[in-house]
């Protein structure tokens, strides 16, 4: 009798045991707080705006929502663009002669730069042109010279119009970006030099951004879309290069890029 009293005083104190164990787990549960529940949708839009600021940041090269380093940079002011050159009306340098003038734009076409290649076609051309045949001199002479001159002067102002950057297609700025982007990142020493690490990065920027700039306009484009991821490793290739051949090199030409470093580093993901 003694022991079945016992038996049911210790079931008595363990079902009190546990039942205050219960309880207690049942009021702390009170006290937590619910856990927030994110809908499906909302989900999906997150992890969109994820994937979109990983692949803005591998391809612009700043972070979504931070500081843009592009407008200032070095690459920035040597591109020009046709809004650029329509957005003002620049003064153009004028040539002045005895018989007329001429007006040079001050961007040409053709590749056609620097002060040597404007005296020659503007100034030493038109002038040997028009003194061309003359071996004897009269009275003549010179009134056939300046006739000749004032022709060939008008020749000089079509053919400034004809090459005015302005009056380009797609190609002819692409190819004077091209030549201006070898010439700002090349050193004084070699200033055509192709194969620099810091030109072959500037110009691989240059199609990187104007690929992207037609793939916000027309998005069902796959094959530029498959061409931008190529070329945004490239220029990660070309950088993590310049990085081990000189650390120095590598940060000056960032900035001048206005890249961070992080996204030309790691996993590329666009």
Not at 1 to 27: D, V, Y
Not at 46 to 73: F, H, I, T
Not at 118 to 125: P, Y
Not at 246 to 253: F, G, K, L, T
Request: hydrophobic share 35%.
């Amino acid at each position: 009798m003694f022991r079945s009293f016992i038996t049911q005083a210790s079931r008595c104190i363990a079902s009190s045991s546990r039942a205050e164990l219960h309880t207690s787990a049942i009021s702390r549960a009170k006290f937590q707080r619910p856990k927030k529940t994110v809908s499906k949708i909302q989900a999906k839009l997150d992890r969109k705006q994820g994937k979109d600021a990983a692949r803005l940041y591998a391809v612009l090269g700043s972070e979504y929502n931070r500081e843009d380093k592009w407008p200032g940079c070095d690459l920035q002011k040597t591109i020009l663009t046709q809004d650029a050159l329509h957005a003002a009306d620049p003064e153009a340098q004028v040539l002045t002669f005895p018989e007329g003038s001429v007006k040079i734009p001050p961007h040409l076409n053709y590749g056609i730069g620097g002060d040597e290649g404007k005296k020659l076609l503007f100034e030493v051309l038109p002038t040997l042109t028009a003194e061309n045949g003359a071996t004897m001199f009269d009275e003549n002479t010179v009134k056939e010279t300046e006739e000749a001159m004032g022709a060939e002067l008008q020749k000089a102002n079509m053919f400034a119009k004809l090459v005015d950057l302005r009056n380009a297609n797609a190609r002819g700025l692409a190819y004077e970006n091209r030549r201006r982007i070898i010439v700002t990142f090349s050193t004084s020493e070699q200033p055509h030099d192709t194969g620099r690490p810091e030109v072959q990065a500037a110009l691989l920027t240059m199609q990187i951004r104007n690929l992207w700039s037609h793939l916000l306009e027309f998005r069902k484009d796959i094959h530029n879309r498959r061409a931008l991821r190529r070329l945004v490793h490239q220029r990660g290739k070309v950088l993590r290069y310049l990085k081990r051949l000189d650390r120095d090199r590598y940060e000056a030409v960032l900035s001048r890029l206005g890249l961070d470093e992080g996204s030309v580093e790691g996993e590329l993901v666009i």
